[in-house]
């Protein structure tokens, strides 16, 4: 059987602390489509759609345009979001220290409205830096290296490091999971622990079940969500008792997964929300484990119905993901091996001969369109998104990545890398 239980790595099992900052290539590209060279030939008389949107996908949002003067396709490393017509852009932060003996490192979230010069903290953990306080003055002779010299110690004695994974983003709701790694030589017991968390990217404030569904749902939701970590906990034992050797493993860590009604997330099934739980537990070496229980659906939340016009509306043999507008529609076709998708733009309200227009190969998965046309985006809201898209790629590459992913995935590097493929932080 396929056992659902995901280790969370993080920074005391990294192979280099040098890779605590990750370097990001620039990865942004502008062109103008020669529409007229490629693809199958027009039907006489069409003409390309008049369309803005922003497309989500792989590691990577692509800003597109189209209309009379062909098509522009802009790609960067970003991760927006659209709320209430107003584009935010999420992006993390690194703060620590690293010595010879001692390793620090932390990570923040933040939020901004691309419209605006201030940013709102959206979550941080304080104790990488008490620990780093604490340290310092009980080594007051210690120097700091730094972590991408040849010669900087693979091994220190003391590892305090947090990361964030983003998970997904819905509107104004940004689901992440943080994991804390701390292994103080000659200090407390070592903590390996994981959360997953659904914050307000408008102000900050983490989310509880019963302020997003109200108290009588949240209560069904969580009486189902036990009874299904129930079942598969039964399901592990069951498949151990039979001889699967990966139940077998994970049936020694059983005991030490409990149900935490904080520990969710927002998500989607077939366009509608749905709430997925994290349930931490520990390795019998105390590494910290995941397991990650199935969507259960619930009513919409506020706000559900614009983010539901982002989503894709995949086909019943998962072949293609469309997004309909009012004049064009979008369409992503992923390749024979799942790794890249054909996409496309077509103009609606054509009855014979439909083109498409090729606009992009992009990496799986997609994830959502921020259509820009209604409203359409003004002089200052257009200029706002070139600004965040010029910043994304021109910070000589070296910030941390923000990743979206979908399911649970092991980590080898110094730093959490942070779902759903990668998107560009603030430094």
Not at 84 to 103: C, K, M, N, Q, T
Not at 316 to 323: G, L, M, N, Q, Y
Request: glycine letters at 8%; hydrophobic letters at 45%; one cysteine or more.
């Amino acid at each position: 059987m396929r056992v659902p239980v995901g280790r969370l790595r993080g920074g005391a099992q990294a192979a280099s602390r040098a890779a605590r900052v990750l370097v990001m290539g620039a990865s942004t590209a502008l062109v103008v489509a020669a529409l007229a060279a490629c693809g199958e030939p027009a039907a006489r008389g069409q003409a390309l759609p008049a369309a803005e949107f922003l497309f989500a996908a792989g590691d990577s949002t692509y800003w597109v345009r189209s209309g009379g003067e062909g098509m522009r396709v802009r790609s960067a490393p970003i991760l927006l979001t659209d709320v209430d017509g107003r584009l935010i852009e999420v992006f993390l932060s690194d703060d620590g220290a690293e010595y010879p003996s001692a390793s620090f490192a932390t990570t923040r979230l933040w939020a901004r409205a691309l419209q605006s010069r201030d940013s709102t903290l959206l979550f941080a953990d304080s104790t990488v830096m008490r620990e780093l306080s604490a340290w310092r003055k009980a080594n007051p002779r210690e120097l700091e290296i730094d972590p991408n010299d040849d010669d900087a110690p693979d091994d220190p004695r003391t590892v305090v490091h947090d990361g964030i994974e983003i998970i997904d983003v819905h509107g104004p709701y940004l689901t992440f999971e943080h994991l804390l790694d701390a292994d103080i030589d000659g200090g407390p017991p070592h903590q390996h622990r994981g959360r997953r968390y659904v914050v307000d990217v408008r102000s900050g404030h983490v989310n509880s079940l019963a302020e997003l569904l109200g108290a009588e749902e949240a209560r069904a939701v969580m009486l189902a969500a036990q009874a299904s970590l129930a079942q598969l906990t039964d399901s592990i034992r069951q498949a151990g008792a039979a001889g699967d050797e990966r139940a077998q493993a994970a049936v020694e860590t059983l005991g030490s997964f409990v149900f935490d009604s904080g520990s969710f997330g927002i998500t989607d099934l077939a366009r509608e929300p749905a709430v997925a739980f994290m349930v931490p537990g520990q390795a019998t070496d105390g590494e910290a484990l995941a397991l990650y229980l199935p969507p259960i659906g619930v009513r919409a939340p506020t706000g559900w119905p614009s983010v539901r016009g982002t989503l894709p509306e995949w086909s019943a043999d998962s072949s293609r993901a469309r997004w309909e507008r009012g004049a064009y529609d979008v369409t992503a076709v992923p390749a024979q091996d799942g790794d890249l998708l054909g996409l496309s733009l077509s103009a609606r309200g054509v009855t014979t001969s439909r083109r498409e227009w090729p606009v992009a190969t992009v990496a799986a998965p997609v994830y959502q369109l921020i259509a820009l046309e209604q409203p359409p985006l003004d002089s200052a809201g257009r200029a706002a998104l070139a600004r965040a898209f010029d910043r994304s790629t021109a910070l000589d590459g070296l910030v941390q990545r923000a990743s979206y992913r979908r399911t649970p995935r092991r980590h080898d590097a110094v730093r959490l890398r942070v779902r759903r493929a990668a998107f560009s932080v603030q430094p």
